[in-house]
């Protein structure tokens, strides 16, 4: 039995096993994406994001039991920037694993770069596609919102929701400031701690005034006890709430457009590079022009040049015979 | 007269509209790299990177001047992923350019996105060569180190200088996680701090037990205080240690060969993508494969490759006529 077959039958682990064949960019994979695309575009995507020690896992995990009380199946994607280095998510797997009972209704998966470079927003936003269409009506992508990628990942989410903690030291706020236009709801987590008050009222005061603001949802700020289960409800109903808007609003089509006429161009470059890798014997191609640029006979730009025109005339000719 | 000609001609505003121009992608930019990239290859490219707030800047500042007493010019290109929301590189550039008397022996640019999303390391790296070509020998290459991106960015610089700051709270230790395998050199940042001699023991120990320490180079852990000016040139004369190290190991060319083949292929990649947005009626042809895909006669992955095929058909065609 394929795959494939598995995964339609329900067996969870072809769904994992899925997932790894993404992140390694496996032969093939493309195709059984192609197949499980149609039956992905209902699952709502939920974007959670914020600085480290912010409470995002505490937060996604009572969400995650929300979702499932009112009857929805839940698929969790982890992305932990750190991982590549030290294989933190690993850890992270582990612990928290261990939070979600296997009943089937909630899915946990940590995605990690594993060596594979420039590839991690691609690869969950792929998993994303594997997890809707297996089945989970809600995806909750879970991330560490500072680079680049993160940010990437986060624009393919239906709905972002920012958590912050109020924490003074110059690491936080800087961080807050690369989040604060992303956000569609905003979260002071870890409300008992001082200063939660005047945060909540600083963040409403700058996104009544801040010239991006969606008049037609002015991003609302909630104050959370996520770890004594503080208010999550009530962030799960203004999510709720939210999407409720998108749809009726034509917001919700109009980013879907957008995400998929991204997702064909990038899929329509990584085409490129594996024919390129493929047929041209890159390896020893590249060699010679390195030496030529090392000693100063061509330099990148040229060789990158250079290199594709050869690329496509061998092509050309491949073509015509 | 051109603006490679003013560049040559030691025109300081020509390298900041070739930074600019790099930083929006313009047509020739390539060119004028292509131009530049011999000249640049003797230039040492050293990376600072940790979470924000450890004092990057003042220690950055601190190395600069030092390098400029030992007759050196130096470059320093700021990166702050922040930036394509809040305009935050900005304030930093007015701030920070008053602390560099432009007697053009330091040249100071902060790179920031803009808008134009998943270039920032290709053009920070771009603005490296420049700057070397200019004629300055150190590029010193500020960046948070958290994003994928940002260590794409230290991945091309010839030596890493992780700075590090004995701050508990989870978010710190989370970043540490992070950046322990990337590091040349490590520094203890606010070393007055209570912890920070516990810090720095706990890191040597580490590094002495780490299956990635370079035998031949155990990462040295520096404590320092930046803003007192205190041991700044211990981490100066360390630096210089490592790149002899770099020389004579011959680390420093496998390193170069090694990000000249990266570089090819993003060329490459870059290349195509032009090429396809140019000649291929983009957007009309994108409208109706999103229609397609949203009414699920098509998927990305399916559509990415046949326009990809028919963009190489009309090539072939464009080719034999």
Redesign the interface.
Same mark, same amino acid.
């Given at each position: 039995m394929s795959l494939l077959d598995k995964f339609n039958q329900k067996d969870i682990r072809a769904l994992s096993k899925i997932i790894s064949a993404i992140e390694d960019n496996q032969i093939g994979v493309?195709?059984i994406?192609?197949e499980l695309?149609?039956k992905a *575009?209902s699952a709502v995507r939920i974007g959670i994001t914020g600085?480290? *020690?912010?409470g995002k896992s505490t937060l996604v995990n009572g969400l995650a039991h929300l979702f499932l009380k009112h009857g929805k199946k839940v698929g969790v994607l982890a992305v932990d920037? +750190?991982?590549? #280095? +030290?294989g933190?998510a690993l850890l992270g797997d582990r612990v928290r694993m261990h939070e979600f009972p296997t009943t089937g209704e909630i899915y946990f998966r940590s995605m990690a +770069?594993r060596g594979a !470079?420039?590839g =991690?927003s691609a690869a969950t936003d792929n998993a994303a596609v594997a997890v809707g269409a297996f089945g989970y009506d809600i995806v909750l992508i879970e991330t560490?919102g &500072?680079?680049?990628?993160?940010?990437?990942i986060i624009d393919t989410c239906d709905v972002v929701v920012v958590v912050l903690v109020p924490?003074s030291?110059?690491? %936080?706020?800087?961080?807050k400031? *690369? $989040?604060?236009? %992303?956000g569609d709801i905003f979260v002071v987590n870890k409300a008992d701690r001082p200063g939660s008050d005047k945060m909540v009222a600083e963040l409403r005061y700058g996104i009544g005034n801040w010239k991006h603001t969606n008049k037609s949802w002015p991003a609302p700020v909630i104050a959370t006890e996520a770890t004594h289960d503080k208010n999550v409800d009530k962030l799960f109903e203004v999510i709720g709430q939210f999407v409720e808007h998108l749809k009726t609003s034509g917001r919700f089509?109009a980013h !879907? !457009?957008e995400q %998929?006429?991204k997702? &064909? $161009?990038?899929? =329509?470059?990584? !085409? #490129?590079?594996r024919e #390129?890798l493929d047929h041209v014997d890159a390896d020893t191609r590249?060699e010679a022009? &390195?030496d030529d %640029?090392?000693s100063?006979k061509s330099?990148?730009?040229?060789?990158?040049?250079e290199?594709?025109k050869k #690329?496509?005339?061998q092509?050309?000719l491949r &073509?015509?015979t």
């Open positions: 493309q195709k994406l192609g695309y149609p *575009g600085p480290p *020690g912010a920037p +750190t991982s590549p #280095f +030290t933190g +770069t !470079r420039g =991690l560490v &500072v680079g680049q990628i993160e940010i990437d924490e030291g110059d690491s %936080i706020q800087t961080m400031a *690369g $989040l604060m236009e %992303i089509e !879907r !457009r %998929i006429s997702k &064909v $161009l990038s899929v =329509l470059q990584a !085409r #490129f590079k #390129f590249l022009v &390195v %640029i090392m100063g330099n990148p730009y040229l060789a990158g040049e290199l594709y #690329f496509e005339k092509k050309t &073509v015509q």
